[in-house]
T-cell receptor, first 113, second 113 residues
Framework: DAKTTQPTSMDCAEGRAANLPCNHS???????VYWYRQIHSQGPQYIIH???NNETNEMASLIITEDRKSSTLILPHATLRDTAVYYC??????????????FGQGTILTVHP | IAGITQAPTSQILAAGRRMTLRCTQD?????MYWYRQDLGLGLRLIHY???????GKGEVPDGYSVSRANTDDFPLTLASAVPSQTSVYFC????????????FGSGTRLTVV
């Protein structure tokens, strides 16, 4: 699986958009970009994923650059409950890395009043 | 409620004892995974199973074994626990041929003394 690079921590004001960047310059053609978050002491929670097109769901938007070497997770209106560790992961459902995702250190997002 | 159930929630175990962490899902997901999470090391894959009857080794398999007798259950066994296996253990599942997100359990906090 490709490696990812994320900032260690970020801050965001409540009600503002939180933009979390991720670099994955070694991503291969069949690998997806996944985002998860983990709120203290809980299991990781799936947020969104994409291959090359931008994606949006009820939780967030995912912007993937045209060369697929980086992406940004956008929480449009951050709330205090969005404070968590956010993981950017790249992976594939095929081949020898069949379904296995490698979690890095993630970004600690702190939303403050 | 569909999801993953892990048991026990927490456990203190004497070194050298045998312990099985239980994981059950009711979503008919093909693939299941065991991760351990340690401070500063993120989530690391221990073992995985792409379908009932098959298992594979992850990043840190030593000291652990798994079985997958049916679709729903994926127990993780520590044959002879050591203090370095003190960790939080998460079970996860997904449909193996879809690029959907993983569903994680709420975790088992294991302390080996």
């Amino acid at each position: 699986d490709a490696k990812t690079t994320q900032p260690t921590s970020m801050d965001c004001a409540e009600g503002r958009a939180a933009n979390l960047p991720c670099n994955h310059s070694t991503i291969s053609g069949n690998e997806y970009v996944y985002w998860y978050r983990q709120i203290h002491s809980q299991g990781p929670q799936y947020i969104i994923h994409g291959l090359k097109n931008n994606e949006t769901n009820e939780m967030a938007s995912l912007i993937i650059t045209e060369d697929r070497k980086s992406s940004t997770l956008i929480l449009p209106h951050a709330t205090l409950r969005d404070t968590a560790v956010y993981y950017c992961i790249v992976g594939s459902t095929g081949g020898t890395s069949y379904g296995k995702l490698t979690f890095g250190q993630g970004t600690i997002l702190t939303v403050h009043p | 409620i569909a999801g993953i159930t892990q048991a026990p929630t927490s456990q203190i175990l004497a070194a050298g004892r045998r312990m099985t962490l239980r994981c059950t899902q009711d979503m008919r997901h093909n693939a299941m995974y065991w991760y351990r999470q340690d401070l500063g090391l993120g989530l690391r894959l221990i073992h995985y199973s792409n379908t009932a009857g098959t298992t594979g080794k992850g990043e840190v398999p030593d000291g652990y074994s798994v079985s997958r007798a049916n679709t729903d259950d994926f127990p993780l066994t520590l044959a002879s626990a050591v203090p370095s296996q003190t960790s939080v253990y998460f079970c996860a599942s997904k449909m193996s041929k879809e690029n959907y997100g993983y569903t994680f359990g709420s975790g088992t906090r294991l302390t080996v003394v």
